[in-house]
């Protein structure tokens, strides 16, 4: 079928990690190829897994405290890339960009941060940048890649690889990229009403 897209490589960037291990088991299983930052990639390792580093494919470390990792047009252009167009396509050819299947996200706690009586300075840290970006791109290529834009669809995902293997169809993506604005929308809100207080 047409709208058939296989996942042969997740980029992985978690705040929480609790629930990740069954989806990593299953897409391990299904030789989904695993590349991630920081904590997620030791968690990812510490499974037995491989995981090759953003790091390898940017040439760029986690610079500015961690606050930018992922932000790096070999990661958005891999994510972004229309796979049925062909001058996207030549331009991932040409700088060398891989392509990216699957994204999964669970953001900074940023309502958590703020409800612990945090200072201001914890809070703007905890303002998720590269993750929400993250979300947006996938969701935007949802006709190529599938966005998992928080733990809640950790299972969803995995209930479709368990029934279909790593594969899925337009309307799962669609649903997939509907979720993940929802969750955007929902922290941008949270963030927009601490900001105003």
Not at 60 to 78: A, C, D, Q
Not at 113 to 130: H, L, P, Q
Request: hydrophobic letters at 40%.
């Amino acid at each position: 079928m047409a709208g058939t897209k296989q996942i042969k490589t997740a980029l992985i960037s978690v705040f929480h990690k609790d629930g990740l291990d069954e989806l990593l088991a299953k897409l391990h299983e299904e030789g989904v190829k695993f590349l991630s930052t920081g904590g997620t990639q030791k968690f990812i390792e510490s499974l037995g897994y491989d995981c090759q580093t953003v790091e390898s494919v940017t040439s760029y470390p986690s610079i500015l405290g961690g606050r930018v990792k992922t932000l790096h047009p070999k990661i958005f252009g891999g994510i972004l890339a229309r796979r049925d167009n062909e001058g996207d396509q030549a331009q991932m050819k040409e700088y060398e960009i891989p392509s990216i299947d699957l994204v999964v996200v669970d953001l900074y706690p940023f309502e958590q941060t703020v409800a612990s009586g945090a200072s201001e300075a914890d809070i703007i840290e905890k303002i998720d940048i590269g993750g929400i970006s993250l979300i947006r791109a996938g969701a935007k290529n949802f006709k190529d890649v599938v966005i998992v834009p928080s733990k809640a669809e950790y299972s969803v995902l995995l209930d479709i690889l368990k029934k279909n293997g790593a594969q899925t169809e337009l309307e799962e993506r669609r649903m997939f990229a509907t979720r993940a604005f929802g969750v955007s929308s929902h922290y941008d809100t949270a963030i927009h009403e601490w900001f105003e207080k």
